[in-house]
């Protein structure tokens, strides 16, 4: 089962505009973090807040976490056609000596027109 | 440096063969993880080895799947029989993760094997 939900589950947008990609989940984190996955290519790493932090930035991308809603939210400014993918939130809770798996949610399709 | 790859990248397999799928992590990473991607879905979740050690297989869908990892580098998925319901996307994950470290050390994805059995 997966734990995180994210909303909307389809954006299009023009390039230049700004993305807003938000996630839910359900129980307590230690960090979350947010993929891209582009058309038949793996998951690529994009950033990770910690569980005691409220916002992170990183080039065009701001992630906030407010713990108290269990939310997310990630940011992508001036948009390109290249930011074209799936956007994905994973959450992990890792207990002191145990692995780290991360859990999914269903993914957003963001589409930017050039 | 390469990162992980993953092959083959397509296999398709008529109902009941066995495949075998292979994951080669990053050098030197110690964790490595196994995910199974539906269509339209995000990646579940199926397994983790630490090194050789297979600590968690709790995602793994029946004992038709089977994953080894025995010299703590490249890894197998061996799925047995194969259904209908087991194509999707296997994506495999490699970090560097120390297991006395107390924070996540980010999961680096290869680009998966499609899986289709007919």
């Known amino acids: 089962s997966q734990q995180g939900e994210e909303d909307p589950q389809a954006l299009s947008i023009q390039e230049g505009e700004n993305a807003t990609m938000n996630c839910s989940y359900k129980?307590?984190?230690?960090?979350l973090q947010w993929y891209r996955q582009n058309s038949g290519r793996g998951l690529v790493h994009l950033i990770l807040?910690?569980?005691?932090?409220r916002e992170k930035h990183s080039g065009r991308l701001r992630v906030t976490l407010d713990t108290s809603k269990k939310s997310s939210s990630l940011l992508i400014t001036a948009s390109r056609a290249a930011d074209t993918a799936s956007y994905f939130c994973?959450?992990?809770?890792?207990?002191?000596?145990?692995?780290?798996?991360?859990?999914f949610g269903k993914g957003i399709t963001l589409s930017v027109r050039p | 440096g390469a990162g992980v790859s993953q092959s083959p990248r397509y296999k398709v397999a008529k109902r009941g063969q066995d495949v075998a799928l292979r994951c080669d992590p990053i050098s030197g990473h110690v964790s490595l993880f196994w995910y199974q991607q539906a269509l339209g879905q995000g990646p579940e979740f199926l397994t983790y080895f630490q090194n050789e050690a297979q600590l968690d297989k709790s995602g793994l869908p029946s004992d038709r799947f089977f994953a080894e990892r025995p010299e703590g580098s490249v890894s197998t998925l061996k799925i047995q029989r194969t259904q209908q319901e087991d194509s999707a996307v296997y994506l495999c994950a490699s970090s560097l993760s120390r297991p006395w470290r107390e924070v996540t050390d980010t999961q680096y994805f290869g680009p998966g094997t499609r899986l289709t059995v007919l």
């Open positions: 129980t307590s984190i230690n960090n």
């Open positions: 807040i910690r569980s005691n932090e």
């Open positions: 994973a959450t992990d809770f890792r207990v002191a000596g145990a692995n780290s798996k991360l859990t």
